[in-house]
């Protein structure tokens, strides 16, 4: 039994009359009624009563009918369904980021753009993760889509990156550091300062490297903290300067002033998915913050 000849019986059973429901599926009245002999042979007894002036359902029938009617409806919902998971408008997907992409508001209003255009997509945001943890947690299946900054180590052949904005860089330090009475900083005013920077990979200082050549082996005067906040409370407590984007500015930290860096280009920030991805929430949301 396919699902057409439940189509064409049901067809009948609700118009009662081989040419009315031939024409309304479309079909020869001969064709239709070869497909009923046939759902019949399958059942084994008679579905419809014929007679030259009507066509009645036999009990068989009406039984049948009704069973035809719930596997159509189920079988049209199974089509829907998967065709709005393919076109992006229902599901869930799972979002990971680093702070920056928070503080910026370049996530908050990626969120909002994507949920007014696919408003049943359930969206799932987890903690805050530092830039390698992001692409860890993309690997491993923990998450479909990372916010993190633009990194080397982020293969082109393993995950399709989306440009979102360039990460300006800033130095957080206490009220009381000698910096703090400059407007603006140079390379050269952070030159014999203790840099703390978020982790980007582990043992590298990306963001450090930045600011001053690292020794290959060494990151002597760098210290590396997984998190935004954890950065900035070491720079509140004096135990050096921190490096940290400009959107971080935002967050008042005990008596953390914020010193633009004139001379350093940060690095990028980028939305990330696994190559190849076919999930459509996934694509659709790629799609939207293009």
Do not use: N, W
């Amino acid at each position: 039994m396919e699902l057409r000849h439940l189509r064409y019986f049901t067809a009948v059973a609700e118009e009662l009359h081989f040419g009315r429901a031939a024409a309304r599926l479309y079909v020869t009245q001969s064709t239709l009624s070869v497909q009923i002999q046939q759902l019949e042979a399958e059942i084994g007894g008679a579905l419809l009563a014929r007679s030259s002036r009507q066509v009645q359902l036999t009990e068989a029938g009406r039984l049948l009918y009704a069973e035809a009617c719930r596997t159509l409806d189920q079988a049209d919902r199974a089509l829907y369904v998967t065709r709005q998971s393919v076109l992006g408008e229902i599901g869930s997907i799972r979002i990971g980021f680093a702070g920056v992409a928070a503080f910026s508001g370049v996530l908050p209003a990626d969120l909002r753009t994507f949920h007014r255009a696919h408003p049943d997509v359930e969206i799932e945001i987890g903690e805050e993760l530092p830039p390698s943890g992001v692409v860890d947690e993309l690997r491993s299946g923990a998450i479909d889509l990372g916010y993190t900054h633009d990194m080397e180590s982020i293969s082109p052949d393993e995950f399709t990156r989306t440009f979102r904005k360039r990460i300006e860089l800033t130095a957080a330090l206490p009220a009381s550091h000698r910096l703090c009475a400059k407007d603006a900083l140079s390379k050269a005013d952070l030159d014999t300062e203790t840099l703390i920077v978020p982790a980007t990979d582990p043992g590298i200082a990306s963001i450090a490297e930045r600011i001053r050549p690292i020794a290959p082996g060494g990151s002597a005067g760098v210290r590396l903290v997984p998190t935004t906040l954890g950065v900035l409370t070491l720079a509140a407590a004096g135990m050096g300067v921190a490096i940290v984007p400009e959107d971080t500015s935002l967050i008042a930290l005990g008596d953390l002033v914020y010193r633009p860096i004139a001379d350093v280009t940060g690095p990028d920030m980028v939305v990330l998915h696994r190559r190849g991805e076919t999930f459509g929430p996934v694509l659709a949301f790629s799609a939207a913050i293009r």
